[in-house]
């Protein structure tokens, strides 16, 4: 499995942005699917996004153009560019890695997670 680490949370006023980091160790990072998630207060995860392995991205409608991921492979790290932030992006921002067979935007494809990082963005 892999293990990973979360970073760069934190309070943002409507309109900022914040860039959350995933740092991955324990096997190659290079082919591997990285996933990010959301969870906010009383709702279930949710997906927000993912790298493929040969840099490519996917996101959910209510995020597109406005976040970003990107990898650095050199360095095992998955970055989340959140622009544009509304008090609606305020949750616990998870990533993911170990994805199995099944879509993307299902948590329980997800096999390892890292323990989190809060987002909260005020009005």
């Known amino acids: 499995q892999v293990q990973l680490v979360e970073s760069g949370g934190g309070l943002v006023q409507a309109g900022g942005s914040l860039r959350l980091s995933c740092a991955a160790s324990?096997?190659?990072?290079?082919?591997?699917?990285m996933g990010w998630f959301r969870q906010a207060p009383g709702k279930e995860r949710e997906f927000v996004g993912v790298?493929?392995?040969?840099?490519?991205?996917y996101y959910t409608d209510s995020v597109k153009g406005r976040f970003t991921i990107s990898r650095d492979n050199a360095k095992n790290t998955v970055h989340l560019q959140m622009n544009s932030l509304k008090p609606e992006d305020t949750a616990v921002y998870y990533c993911a890695a170990d994805r199995r067979s099944g879509p993307v935007t299902v948590v329980t494809v997800w096999g390892s997670w890292g323990q989190g990082t809060q987002v909260t963005v005020s009005s």
């Open positions: 324990g096997r190659a990072f290079s082919g591997i699917a």
């Open positions: 790298s493929w392995s040969g840099g490519s991205t």
